[in-house]
């Protein structure tokens, strides 16, 4: 047994109105997603992540936040973040946006003391101390100028929350308020003539 259920002509060229919403609705989350994605590279390169920032900056996160737009038939989907083609994803932003804990793969994680840029093996003529406070501490035996402090060894982190896209959306909640106005998107449809 079947049933087939047809749309009147009278609610065809409503859905089909409702449809030709979808072609500015997309130019507009388009431009959002965009906004919101210039707002995480300066949230990421400075005011959120910035404040916490030490030893290497390589900049992955911020060169990978990216946005799709995508006009599904009934709704139109922006997604933003990392991992959105051509962009990769990057297996830290998830830890930096809700927190948690960070455990060495093997023994010890290498916390940079600042000015430190290279990884711990790539330094040459290394030992491990342990300080008055009983922090393991990596050392280079420099030469004729005695010992400089390289990393801190700890087995595990907990890593603050730090939001740096939820905070981004929020910050950007008034330009998804202002690209959803239906007065604005039909202006923009009779504009085009659709």
């Known amino acids: 047994m079947k049933f087939t259920i047809e749309t009147t002509p009278e609610g065809q060229r409503k859905l089909n109105a409702l449809k030709a919403m979808n072609r500015p609705l997309v130019r ?12 995480a590279i300066r949230n990421v390169s400075g005011t959120i992540l910035g404040q916490y920032r030490s030893g290497r900056k390589s900049g992955e996160l911020r060169r990978n936040i990216s946005q799709k737009t995508e006009d599904k038939g009934s709704f139109v989907q922006t997604t ?16 930096h946006e809700g927190g948690g804990t ?19 093996r790539d330094y040459p003529d290394t030992a491990v101390i342990t300080s008055k406070a009983g922090n393991k501490i990596m050392i280079q035996n420099i030469k004729g100028v005695g010992f400089k ?3 801190i060894l700890k087995p595990e982190v907990n890593m603050p929350a730090r939001h740096w896209l939820s905070r981004t959306m929020e910050e950007c909640s008034v330009d998804l308020t202002q690209a959803l106005n239906p007065q604005e998107i039909i202006k923009e449809m009779i504009a085009e003539g659709e």
């Open 80 to 95: 933003v973040g990392t991992g959105i083609p051509p962009a990769k994803e990057v297996v830290y932003a998830r830890i």
């Open 149 to 151: 402090p390289l990393f």
């Open 102 to 120: 960070i455990r060495a793969k093997k023994k010890y994680l290498t916390i940079p003391f600042p000015g430190i840029k290279l990884r711990a």
């Open 28 to 39: 507009r989350m388009t431009g959002y997603g965009a906004a919101v994605v210039k707002a």
